[in-house]
């Protein structure tokens, strides 16, 4: 896999919105966010089922650019104009043809575009830059809010299932989303970019 971009802006409409590779410099920025974001992600993330401490965010970060500098995933936070980070999206290494995509914003982001912008743009990053045919994201059936960014990113359910439920508010029914690099080109020609 060539190698993931330290930073990717998010779309012309507001160009200083990009996401931003998290380094192990950052474990104070992030330890504050997951803080501040605690409350939802203790809901749907099995790894918040504990408040996370600096040690647990370092540990994070180290893998973090691990997988980095083995070219199979990355970490990014969105970071809006004068802001902070707000949010954390990532990739991870599926098999040569498929990368997973997970996400998280702080509420204090909510309904402002990132999150649906912040999908499309790895997207990019994955088809025109990694070569992948296919994506997928995975969330509980009961995290609408996860399942609403895929919609409107254009991936398309592919499959409900069932798991044990591994944090408070799942409901033990999975959905995966994908989108390929042809539908993925379809859309984009459709938009004009």
Not at 39 to 60: G, I, K, N, V, Y
Not at 84 to 111: C, D, I, K, Q, R
Not at 156 to 167: N, Y
Request: net charge negative; charged share 25%.
């Amino acid at each position: 896999m060539p190698r993931l971009p330290e930073t990717v802006n998010l779309d012309d409409e507001e160009p200083s919105l990009r996401l931003q590779r998290w380094r192990i410099d950052d474990v104070d920025v992030l330890l504050d966010l997951t803080l501040a974001s605690y409350d939802e992600l203790h809901e749907w993330m099995p790894w918040a089922a504990q408040r996370p401490t600096l040690s647990f965010q370092r540990q994070f970060l180290e893998e973090s650019e691990r997988r980095w500098q083995e070219d199979v995933g990355a970490d990014y936070a969105v970071v809006p104009a004068g802001n902070g980070p707000v949010g954390t999206w990532g990739f991870f290494t599926l098999n040569e043809a498929e990368l997973g995509m997970g996400y998280w914003l702080n509420h204090s982001a909510w309904g402002k575009g990132y999150a649906t912008r912040a999908t499309r743009a790895l997207a990019a990053v994955g088809f025109s830059e990694l070569g992948v045919r296919r994506i997928l994201i995975e969330c509980d059936r009961a995290n609408v809010r996860s399942e609403a960014v895929a919609r409107r990113a254009g991936f398309r359910l592919i499959e409900v299932g069932t798991a044990s439920p591994t944090a408070p508010a799942e409901s033990g029914e999975y959905s995966r989303w994908a989108l390929d690099a042809d539908r993925w080109r379809s859309t984009v020609a459709r938009r004009g970019r």
